[in-house]
């Protein structure tokens, strides 16, 4: 039963390739939004808050971070309360739960503004819907009724006639340059698998272990 054991251990491998083997089976598997992480955030204070956000890139080496260390990129506006609690603390962590495949991910680190370039990219890429409700929303702040913000947003697709909708200045990304990684495998009895992985900046190498569950 041990080799047993020892064979299914999380292997110590570059963390971000196994990432990507457990983002590629959770996009075969998950019924909804693989990319879905949850995003916690701090105050200077340290009030934490959470909230879901999607992953937009991942990778080792990825665009203007390939000097980096590489990382884990998500959009949002800079106006809203995360966006003020990032400004304020640029430090974030990061949960992966795929349910369907009995996996965890946690990842944390410092955060990087995307380049403009970037950031025009992704937007441009988006779904015309998405653009114009990004585009018309004071996001976080007060709304005294849905109907307010909806009519917002078919003002400015009257505005644009069918132009491309620009991105706006404070609409941007994030890139989350890991400082650990930690794997968790579920399994039967409560006996799970945790392997974490840290390093001391962007260009050191990894070290991991394994972690009582």
Same mark, same amino acid.
Request: charged content about 25%; aromatic content about 10%; overall charge neutral.
């Given at each position: 039963?041990?080799a047993?054991?020892d ?12 990432f ?37 890139? @991942? ?12 990382g ?18 640029? @430090?974030?962590?990061?949960?992966? @739960? ?37 585009a ?33 200045? @404070? ?40 972690l009582?569950?």
């Amino acid at each position: 039963m041990k080799a047993e054991q020892d064979r299914d251990a999380i292997p110590h491998d570059d963390p971000y390739a196994i990432f990507e083997a457990w983002f590629a089976a959770a996009r075969e598997s998950e019924l909804n939004d693989a990319n879905a992480m949850a995003l916690a955030t701090a105050t200077p204070e340290g009030v934490p808050s959470c909230r879901m956000v999607l992953l937009k890139g @991942h990778g080792a080496h990825l665009g203007a971070d390939r000097a980096s260390g590489g990382g884990f990129v998500f959009y949002t506006n800079f106006h809203s309360r995360k966006g003020g609690e990032l400004a304020a603390n640029p @430090h974030v962590a990061l949960l992966f @739960h795929w349910k369907s495949l009995r996996r965890q991910v946690r990842i944390e680190g410092p955060i990087t503004e995307v380049t403009p370039a970037e950031a025009d990219a992704y937007f441009a890429s988006r779904n015309r819907e998405s653009q114009l409700g990004s585009a018309a929303s004071d996001q976080s702040r007060p709304l005294a009724v849905r109907g307010d913000y909806l009519d917002r947003v078919e003002a400015l697709r009257a505005a644009l006639d069918g132009a491309p909708v620009p991105r706006p200045p @404070h609409w941007s990304g994030y890139r989350v340059t890991p400082s650990a990684i930690e794997f968790w495998q579920d399994r039967d009895h409560r006996l799970h698998e945790r392997r974490r992985f840290v390093r001391s900046g962007p260009d050191q190498p990894w070290s991991s272990t394994l972690l009582y569950p």
